[in-house]
């Protein structure tokens, strides 16, 4: 499309990964994107949703609403040279390179996401990143960071789970003072290790990491300033519900006892 394309629902199926060629599957020239509802499945040789690269004479924002995208790209996942928003969605990305690209500014603010780079960043952006809201995980498989924003931008939590995983972030945006507690860890993981965090008695965060990575960032409402954590790894876990690797339910027994630390001030990775 060369001005704007816009989803109010229906169901939509882009694959282009067999085709020669560049092989995006949903790409606006010279304008915007908006997706209210639908589901969509985008499988793209190149690029997946792009809004133009060149801001001209219009703002190319990407903002998705609503819906069920399922995204596998050989190139880059959604990109925009403006604004990315992500409202009250259900996404499941995975790409080769950068996973999410908005220069100007990402938003998260309701819904679920799972988005994977097998060699790039997960989320990058020249200026900002901002969650409010939602369940977010993020999975660089790369050297690279999941969370891409310079020391020159702003990174912000107010609300939200989030769990990102992936290489060791260098020169990068700080943790926005005020924003949601975090809980950030610089260590080698394998794959398949559980990982358990408590305050006394009271679970905060159990996962069994999908894939190895050097750096974890997470965040949630259950993670409370004031309050003394200890952080296990290994151990055992029954009657577990899991999502995305994060157990919503279940019966843990401490493993080995990796640290602790007081939530006493916002921690910036």
Same mark, same amino acid.
């Given at each position: 499309?060369?001005?704007?394309? $816009?989803g ?7 694959? =282009?990964?067999?085709?020669?060629? @560049?092989?995006n ?5 010279n ?6 509802? !639908?589901?969509?499945?985008?499988k793209?040789?190149?690029?997946? *949703?792009?809004?133009?690269?060149t801001?001209?004479? =219009?703002?190319?924002? #990407?903002?998705?609403?609503?819906g069920?995208?399922? $995204?596998?790209?050989?190139?880059? !996942?959604?990109?925009?040279?403006? #604004? ?17 690209q908005?220069?100007?500014? #990402? ?6 996401? @799972?988005?994977?780079? =097998? ?17 977010? +995980?993020?999975?660089?498989? !790369? ?10 931008g702003?990174?912000? #939590? ?8 992936g ?7 700080? @943790? ?8 950030v +860890? ?10 358990? *965090? ?7 965060f ?6 190895? +990575?050097?750096?974890? @960032? +997470?965040?949630?409402?259950k ?13 055992? $876990? ?16 401490a !493993?080995?006892h ?12």
């Amino acid at each position: 499309s060369k001005t704007a394309y $816009i989803g109010d629902g229906g169901t939509i199926m882009v694959d =282009t990964q067999d085709n020669d060629g @560049l092989g995006n599957a949903i790409v606006v020239t010279n304008g915007h994107v908006i997706i209210n509802d !639908g589901y969509y499945t985008l499988k793209a040789k190149n690029n997946a *949703l792009m809004a133009s690269l060149t801001q001209r004479e =219009t703002d190319p924002f #990407i903002t998705i609403n609503g819906g069920t995208l399922s $995204i596998s790209a050989w190139a880059k !996942g959604i990109v925009s040279a403006s #604004i990315v928003t992500f409202s009250n969605a259900y996404i499941n990305l995975n790409s080769i390179e950068t996973g999410v690209q908005g220069n100007k500014g #990402i938003y998260i603010n309701k819904g679920h996401y @799972l988005l994977e780079s =097998t060699s790039g960043n997960t989320l990058e952006s020249e200026q900002s990143f901002t969650l409010t809201a939602g369940r977010t +995980f993020l999975r660089s498989r !790369g050297t690279q960071t999941p969370i891409n924003v310079p020391a020159t931008g702003t990174f912000e #939590i107010t609300g939200g789970t989030l769990i990102a995983t992936g290489g060791k972030p260098q020169q990068k945006a700080s @943790l926005k003072e005020g924003s949601q507690p975090a809980f950030v +860890f610089f260590k080698d993981f394998s794959s398949q290790t559980l990982l358990h *965090l408590r305050e006394g008695e009271r679970e905060v965060f159990t996962y069994r990491t999908p894939i190895s +990575f050097a750096y974890l @960032l +997470f965040t949630s409402s259950k993670l409370l300033p004031n309050k003394k954590y200890d952080f296990y790894k290994e151990g055992t $876990i029954r009657e577990g519900e899991k999502e995305n690797n994060l157990y919503k339910e279940g019966y843990y027994k401490a !493993g080995t006892h990796v640290t602790y630390f007081n939530t006493n001030k916002t921690i910036n990775p």
